[in-house]
């Protein structure tokens, strides 16, 4: 497992058998049977001689699979904008079986209150609900934390038994900051993290926070679904991946295949779109962990979303308000949307505040983030941007 920087490296050996049956349900598709027919000539498939799946050829092919009536599933939403979204699909039963097989943090004396919020076709509240359940488990559904103050959810969960919470990284920063910091909770006995969205909280807080739990952690994206886990044991940042998703690391992406026929259409060897390394875990469990890093530009994480720059400087652009437009993000999750503003146009709260609305309905992604914490997304004006690129990184 050991290579050089840029040398592909991935499990061994290839299982054969249920790649040549991805491969052939792909062909199904007319832009992946062009895409793999040069491969499937030349015999025995191995990983290898299979080229690189991208997110726009997989919005492409399900699409197609949406058009010839091969979809059956769940269609939900990974990034993108109302106009042009990037739709996703995912079995019924969304892997949960083969998660738990492997994953099985939660039992039947469990009572789980889920927090992540339903709708805005989001899979992981009802993600949760279907693990909770299948694992025996009492699920709580109560979904997107009100405004009232979360010392009286603790409290209310307490009273209710709850042994277990999931939550997404924007209401595990409400929790780390409710009043009742510095106090334990002795009925929260497991905290699930993670899913379609990655949480990158770090550990040593939430042990300093959360001194009674066991953290387990799932790592995934919107478009591959839950690609590793991790338990309370694991390192910092490294999960081990499912035993239905191969990955692989080629110059530092992240690449990942589905070896299951259930999901339409199938995933080989994608490129999520983030950067990771092999790398060795403490914990004794067999075989490679990865190392997730994070995002690769110009998109960037925001409470385990991965939003792209251009995305949002396309959004800001659109309207005649704005001529020129630039993300700048912090290192405290903030996040900055300079735009050069058109000549004639106010440059007051309200223009400021007319863009930054536009731009949250339109986006599928961060307006779920920045409902929980509205002050980390602001809208400035600028007179130049910081050179051309759509992202930038900077103290502010």
């Known amino acids: 497992m050991k290579g050089a920087a840029g040398v592909r490296r991935q499990p061994e050996p290839e299982p054969a058998p249920a790649l040549e049956s991805v491969v052939r349900q792909a062909m199904r598709l007319p832009s992946l049977a062009s895409k793999y027919e040069r491969s499937w000539g030349r015999g025995r498939l191995t990983l290898g001689d299979l080229p690189v799946l991208t997110r726009r050829e997989l919005e492409t092919a ?103 919470l999931a939550a997404p990284p924007q209401a ?74 191969l990955v692989e690391v080629v110059d530092g992406r992240l690449l990942v295949t589905t070896l299951t026929t259930s999901r339409t259409p199938p995933i080989i060897r994608y490129d999520t779109e983030e950067r990771g390394e092999f790398a060795h875990c403490a914990c004794g469990r067999p075989g490679p962990a990865v190392r997730v890093l994070g995002a690769r530009p110009p998109s960037f994480r925001f409470h385990g979303h991965t939003v792209s720059a251009r995305e949002l400087v396309d959004l800001a652009t659109a309207h005649e308000e704005v001529t020129d437009a630039q993300v700048a993000v912090g290192p405290d999750q903030r996040i900055q949307l300079r735009v050069r503003l058109a000549p004639g146009v106010a440059d007051d709260h309200h223009s400021h505040a007319w863009i ?17 914490q509205p002050d980390a997304f602001e809208v400035i004006s600028v007179d130049e941007l910081s050179g051309p690129s759509a992202l930038v990184s900077e103290e502010f």
């Not at 995912?90 to 097989?101: K, N």
């Not at 387990?216 to 035993?243: F, K, S």
């Not at 930054?356 to 307006?367: I, N």
């Open 356 to 372: 930054r609305f536009r731009v949250l309905e339109s986006h599928l992604a961060l307006a779920v983030c920045v409902r929980e």
């Open 172 to 245: 595990v920063v409400r929790l780390l900051g409710a009043s009742t910091a510095g106090r334990p909770l002795p009925w929260l006995r497991t905290l699930l993290l993670g899913g379609a969205f990655h949480d990158a909280t770090e550990d040593g807080l939430l042990a300093s926070r959360f001194p009674y739990t066991d953290v387990w952690r799932l790592y995934g994206t919107p478009t591959a679904w839950v690609i590793g886990r991790r338990g309370p044991q694991c390192l910092a940042d490294l999960y081990h991946p499912l035993p239905h998703q």
């Open 62 to 164: 399900t699409t197609e699979a949406l058009a010839l009536g091969l979809g059956g599933g769940m269609l939900w939403a990974h990034s993108g904008t109302l106009e042009a979204p990037g739709l996703s699909l995912l079995p019924q039963e969304m892997f949960v079986s083969r998660i738990r097989d492997d994953w099985n943090p939660l039992g039947p004396a469990d009572i789980v209150a889920n927090l992540h919020p339903a709708g805005r076709m989001q899979p992981d509240h009802y993600f949760f609900n279907r693990f909770a359940a299948a694992s025996g488990a009492t699920v709580l559904p109560v979904g997107r934390l009100p405004e009232n103050p979360d010392d009286d959810w603790l409290a209310f969960f307490a009273r209710q038994g709850v042994t277990a």
